[in-house]
């Protein structure tokens, strides 16, 4: 078989995931290309129609998470608890959703840091799909505490009645373990240097991978903190998609080296 694979969202044409999904097939030993393809929220149910003609699978990126999620005719209960899909596969004539954003962070981390969210105390900067499947992974894994810091308070609030160990950023008191920024460039506002509780034991990480490294995590680097950009992230969240496409353990690290 050979694999049809692609990348959807807008905007597209700064996306890597192409070339590790052909890293990931050579890995496979598969037969395959990868392609970026341009969809905007209002053309999200093209999807529908493309999956199974054009394409096999196809990793999803904003803005079209929630609504391909709502196109799925099978999800994986990551993605139901996140109400996000990241991975779409077509199998038996049917589209199949599953999320590894949060999974792939905490991979990440734990590759390069040893790092484990098992009683771990996370701070999680902002509310959009990559926080929460950040936050629905580290509850998962056993995590004492996530706080979410955000300005959409409905959002907060919502996480922290989903989950009994998510709190709002009120509660901060204690050393943090990890602290994540989700925020996107354009959308951030001056704020402290650090948060009360980051410490030089605290793992910084900001999703962000396209425009270097950034400010807030330049901060933290400064100070002596142990910290990772989006890079590993992307990585390893695409070898999990790749493993749940192709039932192959594909390794992030490996997957990291391509890029």
């Known amino acids: 078989m050979r694999w049809r694979l692609g990348v959807v969202g807008s905007p ?11 890293a990931a097939l050579r890995l496979c030993g598969l037969d395959g290309a990868s392609e970026r393809w341009e969809v905007t929220e209002h053309e999200a149910n093209l999807l529908r129609s493309a999956m199974g003609s054009r394409f096999d699978a196809l990793s999803v990126t904003m803005p079209l998470k929630e609504r391909a999620l709502e196109l799925c005719d099978d999800v994986d209960a990551v993605a139901q608890r996140i109400g996000a899909v990241n991975s779409l596969v077509w199998r038996e004539g049917r589209i199949m959703g599953t999320n590894t954003d949060g999974r792939g962070l905490l991979a990440a981390i734990g590759h390069e840091f040893g790092w484990s969210a098992d009683g771990a105390h996370v701070v999680v900067l902002g509310t959009g799909g990559a926080a929460k499947s950040i936050v629905d992974a580290c509850v998962e894994a056993g995590s004492a505490s996530v706080s979410v810091h ?8 919502a996480l922290r009645e989903k989950y009994d160990r998510v709190r709002d950023e009120a509660v901060v008191y204690r050393p943090i373990d990890l602290i994540v920024n989700t925020v996107p460039t354009s959308g951030r506002t001056p704020t402290a240097d650090t948060l009360n509780g980051v410490t030089v034991d ?3 990480v900001d999703v962000t991978y396209d425009t270097g490294r950034s400010a807030w995590l330049g901060t933290h680097a400064a100070l002596g903190y142990r910290t990772q950009d989006g890079m590993p992230m992307l990585a390893h969240q695409a070898a999990l998609q790749a493993s749940w496409w192709w039932g192959i353990p594909v390794d992030g690290a490996r997957l990291l080296e391509a890029l």
């Open 12 to 22: 597209i044409a700064h996306s890597l995931s192409p070339q590790l999904h052909e």
């Open 202 to 204: 605290t793992v910084a």
């Open 150 to 157: 955000g300005r959409n308070e409905a959002a907060v609030a």
